[in-house]
């Protein structure tokens, strides 16, 4: 009976998130029919079922996190013996046997994601059917638990042989350590100590001032960060604690590029095409620097460089599950009309959570633009491995001096974070030099 377990979507997913299941109980089911949604670190991946048959039972509820090879749903050919089965082996396996109330039957409703089949296991196996009235493992015995389940246990310091599993056989899983911690955490407050007690527990109670008071109960909505939220925390956190950043600001007249774009959307419009955006003009100005000058195109690789060969541009998108970083691939060798396209389609696939991995991986060098914000100049982090992110703010109106006259014009702020492990000032300095030129002087940009 094949079992839908959580498949590794990813090179960095440790665990995924079951996001909708498209398919319920009792439902007919085909190979290569989409039949769950499952959110992973990067994105939003549809899951497709590996074989024909009914999907007999889901194990794990929509917004469930679940450990890579954990076991998410059951399909079989709709007799329900598949799951009976499959409940039995994980009643038989992990020590002990399981009380039979612990046993989920076949048909019980609920909604999560399912994931690819890892393993099988005949139909015809049979059901090994626990003694009533099986007493909870003593106190030291082993626990049938999920990896996931264990870890959230030990961060939260709950002890596993105090969870009682409501998985198949028995399994404690994440819900049930959650459960429980939740109604430890509820327990009766104890009588108000008198003045005497309350005196000596101030006397050998340690006070730790760097704690911080907790709001107000009803003073604050919880609002779970998504698993995109978590690893971008996670990375970024890292980026700013391993990379020593350093940042260089540069002042760019872009009113030729504006009048320049001016021009080829006019060109682009009258030949029934879509328009280029200034974003998609500085892609192609940072990505025709980069093969001018590769020496930011680098990843930091302990004792030596990595100068890469491709130009990969990474072009941030604000989503509502998070910030995602679609890739332009070869972006040197697009043409401009060719990045405009190609940044609208997966901008507008990140923000409904549809890039697949590899449209987000692979990266050699970020932009972030935060212009149409109204932001005129900003920092950003470094997306590891790279070593350089550039940040671009809005153009605004300033007045210049120029042959003794004083001029409007408009000027654009770009700050360039970089690695100092495998850029220097003078390298980061020079990349800026060279993308100011090319902005300014924008018929390069296409030739």
Known sequence: MPEITMPRLSDTMEDGVVASWLKKVGDPVARGEVIAEIETDKALMELEAYDDGVLEQILVEAGTRVAIGEPIGLVGDGSGTGSA??????????????????????????????????????????VHDAPTGTTPPASGERRKSSPLARKIAHEI?????????TGPGGRITRQDVESASRT????????EPTAASAAATATSAPVSSAAPAAPA??????????RIQQVSATRLTESMQQAPHIYLTSAIDVTELLAFRAQI???????????????????????????????????????????????????????PAGLLVPVIRDADRKSVSEIAADSRDKAGRARDRKLRSDEMSGGTFT?????????????????PPESAILAIG?????????????????????????????????VAAKFLQQLKDLLEHPLRIVT
């Open 157 to 165: 310091g709950v002890d596993l042989a105090d969870v009682t599993g």
């Open 217 to 226: 109960s009803g003073d604050y909505d919880e609002i779970p960060l998504t």
């Open 394 to 426: 809005g153009a605004s109106d300033e007045l210049r001096l120029e042959d003794g006259e004083v001029v409007s014009r408009k000027i654009l702020r770009v700050t360039l974070s970089a690695d100092h492990r495998a850029i220097d000032g003078a």
């Open 265 to 319: 959307n006019a060109t682009l419009d009258a030949a029934g095409k879509g328009k280029v955006s200034v974003n998609d003009l500085l892609v192609k100005a940072v990505a025709s620097t980069l093969r001018t000058d590769p020496a930011v195109n680098v990843s930091f690789a302990g004792d030596k460089l990595l100068q890469h060969k491709g130009i990969h541009l990474g072009i941030a998108v604000a989503t």
């Open 184 to 191: 430890a955490g509820s327990t009766p407050a104890p009588a």
């Open 367 to 383: 932009i972030s633009n935060l212009g149409m914000f109204g932001v005129e100049q900003f920092t950003a982090v470094i997306n």
């Open 85 to 126: 089965a499959a409940a039995g082996n994980s009643a038989t396996s992990g020590g002990g046997t399981a009380p039979a109330a612990e046993v989920p039957a076949p048909d019980v409703p609920a909604a999560g994601t399912a994931t690819a089949p890892s393993s099988t296991s005949g139909g015809s196996v049979a």
